[in-house]
């Protein structure tokens, strides 16, 4: 896999999951704190590993091309 996120796109996407977890934990034991939990685990997973399949579909590319 190639990476296609960059160093801006995991800040936002970190961000976003603590809002979310946050949320998630905020509103525990409703049903849809667990879709927010669900959502900023799959962010975590963006960030870690880089690489984003929604954003291959697309044709989108945020990381520093090598040279």
């Known amino acids: ?3 296609n996120i960059g160093n ?3 800040v936002v996407r970190a961000i976003l999951a603590v809002v979310l977890a946050y ?3 905020a509103y525990y ?3 849809y704190s667990y879709v927010l939990f669900l959502i900023a ?3 975590l997973v963006t960030i870690i590993t880089g690489f ?3 954003y291959k579909w ?3 590319n945020t990381a520093k ?3």
């Open 58 to 60: 697309l044709g989108i």
């Open 1 to 3: 896999m190639e990476k």
């Open 23 to 25: 949320l998630g934990y």
């Open 41 to 43: 685990m799959l962010l």
């Open 52 to 54: 984003c399949l929604p």
């Open 29 to 31: 034991g409703v049903w």
């Open 65 to 67: 091309k090598k040279k």
């Open 8 to 10: 801006v796109d995991k």
